[in-house]
C-alpha cells in the first residue's frame, strides 16, 4: 500500500498516543529502539506485551499491559511488532479500542487487517517503521545524509 507524505505527516502530528504490541524490555531489540525514540519525540507509549504485564513491570517507564483491551485510557495508534500472521486479531482489538490507526512495522503486512481499518475509514501503514518515517518527515534522517525525499525550504515542525 503506498502513503503519500502528506497522510503520513498528519498521522504522526496528531495520532499522539501509541500502543506497542509486541515492544520488548530488551534494549536492543527494534521494538524498544524505535519506542524510545517515539517517547523522546514527545509521544506516549503504552507497551503491550503479556510476557510482561501482571507483574508491575514497566518499559520505558510506563506500564506494561497484557492485551489491547487492558489500557484504561485511549490510545490513538496501534503499531503492530509482530508476525503478520498475528496482526488480524490485533487489528480487531486495536478497533474495539477507538484506535484510529493501524501502523504495521517493517516487514508486518497483513493486507485483511489493513482493510479492516480502510474500511471503516481509518488509517493502516504496513511495512513501515514509525520512528524512520517520523525522522524522515520532521528531521534527522537527513542530518546523515540520506534522501528523504522530502523537498522545502523549510524544516517542518519537530514533534
Given at each position: 500500500?503506498?502513503?503519500?507524505?502528506?497522510?503520513?505527516?498528519?498521522?504522526?502530528?496528531?495520532?499522539r498516543t501509541i500502543a506497542v504490541v509486541?515492544?520488548?524490555?530488551?534494549?536492543?531489540?527494534?521494538?524498544?529502539f524505535?519506542?524510545?525514540?517515539?517517547?523522546?519525540?514527545?509521544?506516549r507509549i503504552v507497551p503491550v506485551n503479556p510476557r510482561y504485564a501482571g507483574s508491575g513491570q514497566t518499559i520505558l517507564g510506563e506500564t506494561c499491559y497484557g492485551?489491547?483491551?487492558?489500557?484504561?485510557?485511549?490510545?490513538?495508534?496501534?503499531?503492530?511488532f509482530r508476525r503478520t500472521e498475528e496482526?488480524?486479531?490485533?487489528?480487531?482489538?486495536?478497533?474495539a479500542i477507538g484506535a484510529r490507526c493501524l501502523w504495521q512495522q517493517l516487514?508486518?503486512?497483513?493486507?485483511?487487517?489493513?482493510a479492516l481499518f480502510q474500511g471503516?475509514?481509518?488509517?493502516?501503514?504496513?511495512?513501515?517503521?514509525?520512528?524512520?518515517?517520523?525522522a524522515r518527515l520532521f528531521g534527522g534522517l537527513n542530518w546523515v545524509g540520506v534522501n528523504t525525499g522530502v523537498i522545502s525550504a523549510k524544516r517542518a515542525?519537530?514533534?
Open positions: 500500500m503506498s502513503v503519500d507524505l502528506t497522510t503520513l505527516r498528519r498521522i504522526l502530528t496528531n495520532q509486541g515492544l520488548s524490555a530488551d534494549w536492543h531489540r527494534p521494538s524498544y524505535a519506542s524510545k525514540y517515539m517517547q523522546a519525540h514527545g509521544y492485551a489491547l483491551a487492558d489500557i484504561p485510557f485511549p490510545v490513538q495508534m496501534v503499531d503492530v496482526v488480524l486479531p490485533i487489528a480487531e482489538q486495536a478497533l516487514g508486518v503486512m497483513n493486507a485483511e487487517a489493513s471503516k475509514g481509518l488509517d493502516a501503514i504496513d511495512n513501515r517503521c514509525v520512528k524512520i518515517e517520523h515542525p519537530n514533534h
